[in-house]
């Protein structure tokens, strides 16, 4: 890749192979190819992005929704007008190379509307990405994007799928990193990489009873560890029988504001929950990209340091503390920051209706599902894969969330 950079600068830019492939390159290599690009081109010279805020705050980038302006509904994607436009025109300027992390949780849609956008942005409708130099890192064996085509799948028939299946298939190299710098334990890599390939063995499945709950001492059961699930309702209802069961007092309830019959049935709406319960040192996860630069991201972790009411019963902010945050608090020293009611806007696919919810942009976090851990490091997880893997990689998603196989502890569904 180093090469690929240097090349830029001592051959024409038609003679350069535009579309670098890195598979499975990490936090190690991705900080030396910035380096390289800011000593060859300038610190302008490259975007780094991601599709999530947790993703984006590992490589101190940004989230590709927020760069080129991708709306969260596909349907909604059109050309950029205005001031809009404008403001992507001077934002990729410069810009010579665009390194995206964590390209499995991007679809053939998403990657399309990527492309789009840089063309719209460089004037160049005639080569994908507008003429930009593209490098991909991450793991494909990892979970697909939920609501987009995985890249690696036969493409439907629809326009940005196949344009992005076009895309993906024009990627002319792939780089492998032989070296895992999460995990050092070469028992688990091992385990790891038969989990990834489907070629699990006896001695694997023994490996991973020896972390069944069933199995370890009452001091490794990590009760205070995060748990992940593989669906939203296990998720919902461990995170209420922890804040019931907690030390916590007095729990409260905060129904969601809608504006229609429709918008108020839902369980969940645009990352809003219909009914939050919450109490202070309840522990809760962001559900908003609120400030990257600051690590305030969708997937954030932290607890709720107090709730504040005005005279309504709808509480005015609640107040919030982020570990993980580095700006400004309101308490110095603390990492508080107040969070206030989000209102989010959408239309139902089925009547047409437009739908609007008011609620907090934060849920509660003793539990998560595994999709939504992806791309995070933890140090102590519980996991339950449930009785069935429906999705492909949720088993080895799960499982490498940890450094070593100590920090983990599996519920065993499968143990018979």
């Not at 001077?90 to 499995?104: A, G, H, Q, T």
């Amino acid at each position: 890749m180093v090469k690929r950079v240097k090349s830029y600068i001592s051959v024409k830019e038609s003679d350069i192979e535009k579309l670098p492939n890195a598979s499975d390159i990490i936090d190690r290599s991705q900080k030396y190819l910035t380096k390289r690009l800011n000593d060859e081109l300038g610190e302008n010279s490259y975007i780094l992005a991601a599709p999530t805020g947790v993703s984006a705050v590992l490589i101190n980038g940004k989230t590709l929704h927020s760069v080129f302006n991708i709306p969260p509904r596909y349907k909604d994607f059109k050309p950029l007008t205005g001031e809009k436009a404008r403001c992507l025109t001077n934002s990729l300027s410069k810009v010579k190379f665009l390194v995206i992390d964590e390209y499995s949780m991007i679809g053939c849609k998403t990657l399309a509307m990527v492309s789009r956008r840089c063309k719209e942005a460089v004037g160049n409708n005639n080569e994908d990405f507008g003429g930009l130099n593209v490098i991909l890192f991450g793991d494909v064996k990892q979970l697909p994007q939920v609501k987009d085509r995985a890249l690696y799948k036969k493409v439907l028939m629809n326009n940005l799928n196949m344009e992005g299946k076009s895309i993906i298939m024009a990627f002319d190299g792939a780089y492998i990193l032989n070296q895992c710098h999460r995990q050092n334990d070469a028992r688990f890599l091992q385990l790891l990489d038969n989990l990834s390939n489907c070629t699990v063995t006896p001695d694997d499945y023994k490996l991973l009873t020896t972390r069944f709950t069933s199995e370890i001492s009452q001091e490794e059961q990590q009760y205070d560890a995060l748990h992940l699930f593989s669906t939203k309702e296990d998720v919902k209802k461990f995170n209420l029988i922890d804040l019931t069961t907690g030390d916590y007092c007095p729990t409260v309830k905060i129904s969601s504001r809608n504006n229609c019959a429709i918008a108020a049935n839902l369980s969940e709406a645009e990352g809003l929950q219909k009914d939050l319960y919450l109490a202070k040192g309840a522990k809760i996860m962001l559900r908003s990209n609120l400030w990257v630069e600051k690590k305030l991201v969708n997937g954030s972790i932290g607890n709720v340091y107090d709730i504040l009411y005005a005279e309504e019963n709808f509480p005015s902010v609640v107040l919030c503390q982020f570990p993980e945050y580095d700006g400004p608090s309101i308490i110095p020293g603390k990492n508080i920051i107040p969070i206030k009611a989000a209102l989010k806007a959408w239309t139902d696919e089925k009547s047409g209706m437009k739908c609007t919810r008011y609620q907090f942009p934060i849920a509660l976090a003793y539990a998560c599902t595994i999709h939504k851990s992806q791309g995070m490091t933890i140090d102590k997880v519980v996991v339950d894969i449930g009785e069935l893997e429906f999705a492909l990689g949720l088993t080895y998603v799960a499982i490498s969330r940890v450094r070593s196989l100590s920090e983990i502890a599996i519920n065993p569904h499968w143990k018979n």
